[in-house]
Each structure stands twice: as C-alpha cells, then as structure tokens.
C-alpha cells in the first residue's frame, strides 16, 4: 500500500507552518522518512530536535506499533537509534524530543531517520513536525 508522508490535513494541526509528516495511520505499515546530511570535520556534537504526536487505535498501552528515530549511515544501515515511541505515548498534544548525539560522525555522509511500523490492527499515526539538526562547535572555535 502506498501513502503520501508529507500531509496538509487540518487534524492534527501542524506544530507550525501548514504541513507535517505522517507515518503509519492504517494496518501492516512499514514506512521511513530521512534525510541525508554531510556532517562537517571539527565539532563536539550535533543536537537533533524535533515534534511529534501520536494517535492510536490500540485499546492497551503496550509497544504494538513503533516510531524509530535512527541515525544511519549513507546506505541506511542503521548506526543509532535515539529514541523509540509507540502507540503508549499517545496523547493530544506535540511534545518535543532533543538529543545531543556525541558519536564520531565528523566528516560522514549520515542519515536522520524515521522508521515506522503498525501491526495488523488498530493502527497507529505517528506525526512528525520541525524536525532540525545543529553541528555544535568546540568551545573557542566558530562554526562554519
């Protein structure tokens, strides 16, 4: 089955702006989001930030269906994994998640990604909203 990812629809509304990313939201889903970045040579860290919200179906609090937040290398394969939510955070409001990611990336093509799974019933929507990445520097020395 094939679905649209970037989404307009009034419900939920957007963290901000007019559009939003939404994963899963039907039965048997297996979906992913990423975006590729180079990330410079120098650096302490890079903060990964983004919004989210979480509509289910499911009747228990319990892991059923899942939202990946990954760090990949170019070819995808997965080199972290920052947080993991299911259809258990579901609530009406966006909540935020920040991570400071400390690996040795510098000088690496990587991917930021969001890998989503339902199972067979009472599906799960997972929403994603102003997602950014920041490379920190080392204290004294300025960014390019």
Not at 110 to 131: E, M, R, W, Y
Request: glycine residues 10%.
């Amino acid at each position: 089955m094939f679905s649209d990812i970037l989404d307009n629809t009034p419900a939920p509304v957007p963290h901000a702006g007019s559009w939003k990313a939404w994963l899963g939201g039907d039965d048997n889903v297996q979906e992913s989001l990423w975006q590729e970045l180079t990330v410079p040579p120098g650096g302490d860290s890079l903060r990964v930030s983004y919004w989210w919200q979480v509509d289910t179906l499911e009747m228990a609090q319990h892991p059923f269906d899942t939202l990946e937040v990954q760090i990949r290398d170019a070819a995808g394969t997965p080199l972290q994994t920052l947080e993991t939510l299911s259809d258990g955070n579901a609530g009406p409001a966006w909540q935020q998640s920040v991570f400071t990611v400390t690996q040795p990336y510098a000088g690496q093509t990587i991917q930021i990604a969001f890998v989503g799974q339902t199972d067979g019933s009472n599906p799960t929507s997972f929403f994603l909203d102003d997602v950014s990445v920041v490379r920190t520097c080392p204290t004294g020395q300025a960014g390019n």
